[in-house]
T-cell receptor, first 120, second 107 residues
Framework: QVQLQESGPGLVKPSETLSLTCAVSGYSISSGYYWGWIRQPPGKGLEWIGSIYHSGSTYYNPSLKSRVTISVDTSKNHFSLKLSSVTAADTAVYYCARHWGGGSGRLDYWGQGTLVTVSS | DIQMTQSPSSLSASVGDRVTITCQASQDISNYLNWYQQKPGKAPKLLIYDASNLETGVPSRFSGSGSGTDFTFTISSLQPEDIATYYC?????????FGPGTKVHIK
């Protein structure tokens, strides 16, 4: 059974960099699929942040592209998110997920999510 | 970017009712659309992929249809455990967007 688990600080100061890691178990990242980050501000809808293929190719939401870096470490079977220059608007539950590259790109496995609050 | 219009934004129905949610895309997306269920405090769960395919393990009362720009999600007989927010998600490879969601309540 594929499982994903987000980890990282729950509190980040404004202007600093948010860093999260998603540990994958039950499937080897290097075997394929895409791996993505999605966030959800409190009480609001879902926003795709970006995705990475096991080869390292990355794809970012144009609205966040200048601040986002997603990387993968196949030896540790995890992938990571860095979001720079955060503001209160970046406060959200951050989810990692696996998705297909073809067809509808369905997101078939999700982590439980981790709340990140941006505050001084 | 693909814009999605999802309606209604919320609905209230009785147990056993048929519930229908629609999503309209701003451009032709073929069948590249998925539907998710999100319960409070939980991650979204994939229910329908490629517009009409039921994800493994999902009850058959859930279904989807449509192609091009107009899509429909149906719960044939609403159950108490279906109380959730439902999102459509189009895919314009490699860009994801999500519809604004439909919150389903029990009347």
């Amino acid at each position: 059974q594929v499982q994903l688990q987000e980890s990282g600080p729950g509190l980040v100061k404004p202007s600093e960099t948010l860093s999260l890691t998603c540990a994958v178990s039950g499937y080897s990242i290097s075997s394929g699929y895409y791996w993505g980050w999605i966030r959800q501000p409190p009480g609001k809808g879902l926003e795709w942040i970006g995705s990475i293929y096991h080869s390292g190719s990355t794809y970012y939401n144009p609205s966040l592209k200048s601040r986002v870096t997603i990387s993968v470490d196949t030896s540790k079977n995890h992938f990571s998110l860095k979001l720079s220059s955060v503001t209160a608007a970046d406060t959200a539950v951050y989810y990692c997920a696996r998705h297909w590259g073809g067809g509808s790109g369905r997101l078939d496995y999700w982590g439980q999510g981790t709340l990140v609050t941006v505050s001084s | 970017d693909i814009q999605m219009t999802q309606s209604p934004s919320s609905l209230s129905a009785s147990v056993g009712d048929r519930v229908t949610i629609t999503c309209q895309a701003s451009q032709d997306i073929s069948n590249y659309l998925n539907w998710y269920q999100q319960k409070p405090g939980k991650a979204p769960k994939l229910l329908i992929y490629d517009a009409s395919n039921l994800e493994t393990g999902v009850p058959s009362r859930f279904s989807g249809s449509g192609s091009g720009t107009d899509f429909t999600f149906t719960i044939s007989s609403l159950q108490p455990e279906d109380i959730a927010t439902y999102y459509c998600q189009p895919y314009d490879n490699p860009i994801f967007t999500f519809g604004p969601g439909t919150k389903v309540h029990i009347k």
